[in-house]
């Protein structure tokens, strides 16, 4: 059964504390891996895909890898302003049509100055 | 212009109410989406629309009604609604590519008396 499982649930970091999340996935064929950032009330905002095992990606203090079984979104020298909830998602089935996203769960990440 | 707009932001209801939810995005995207989340989880798909044609309906219930008029808008009417369907109705719009990123809408927050 595809799935996908994020970890930790919360983090707590102090300003500048760099620090990872991670997303392990199962899926019979990956297809892409999504990174989201989620403020509450808000809907989610894309930041990465990832297609294949070894891509990286970066963007500001946010950089996201990928492995064959899990991805990980660092944050380097964290603001409170990248304080929410960051949502890792996975195409659904090797012959899944457009928008059949299976959604972790989500980090609560709160950034404390 | 790479937004979805929805509206309205919040909505109160009774059970016996009939309402819509509206969405609109100028992206050229011909695949569009309505998700529900609840508090604290993740988004969960309920219908896929593409070429304007109902593609994917993820067992909703009834009262629940999707409509997509043209390539750029996209209606959810409700009616008889429970209380336990409060919550934020996030749409999205991508391209038709299975592995195209999504673009979502800030959300309707639906709240149901």
């Known amino acids: 059964e595809d799935q996908v499982t994020q970890s930790p649930e919360a983090l707590r970091l102090q300003e500048g504390e760099s620090s990872s999340l991670n997303c392990s996935y199962t899926?019979?064929?990956?297809?892409?891996l999504f990174w989201y950032r989620q403020d509450p009330g808000k809907g989610p905002e894309f930041l990465f895909t990832l297609y294949s095992a070894g891509e990286e990606k970066e963007k500001e203090r946010l950089k996201a890898t990928l492995t064959k079984k899990e991805s990980f979104l660092h944050i380097t020298a964290p603001k409170p302003e990248d304080s929410a909830t960051y949502l890792c998602a996975v195409i659904r089935g090797a012959g899944g049509s457009q928008g059949n996203l299976i959604f972790g769960k989500g980090t609560k990440l709160s950034v404390k100055p | 212009d790479t937004e979805v707009t929805q509206t309205p932001k919040h909505l109160v209801m009774g059970m016996t109410n009939k309402k819509s939810l509206k969405c609109e995005q100028h992206m050229g995207h011909r695949a569009m989406y309505w998700y529900k989340q609840k508090a604290k989880k993740p988004p969960e798909l309920m219908f896929v629309?593409?070429?304007?044609?109902?593609?994917i309906n993820e067992s909703v219930p009834s009262r629940f009604s999707p409509e997509c008029p043209n390539s750029s808008l996209l209606n959810l009417h409700l009616h008889a609604l429970q209380p336990e369907d409060s919550a934020l109705y996030l749409c999205a719009s991508s391209g038709v590519s299975a592995n195209e990123k999504l673009f979502f809408g800030s959300g309707t927050q639906l709240s149901v008396l």
């Open positions: 899926v019979s064929g990956l297809r892409g």
């Open positions: 629309y593409s070429y304007e044609k109902l593609s």
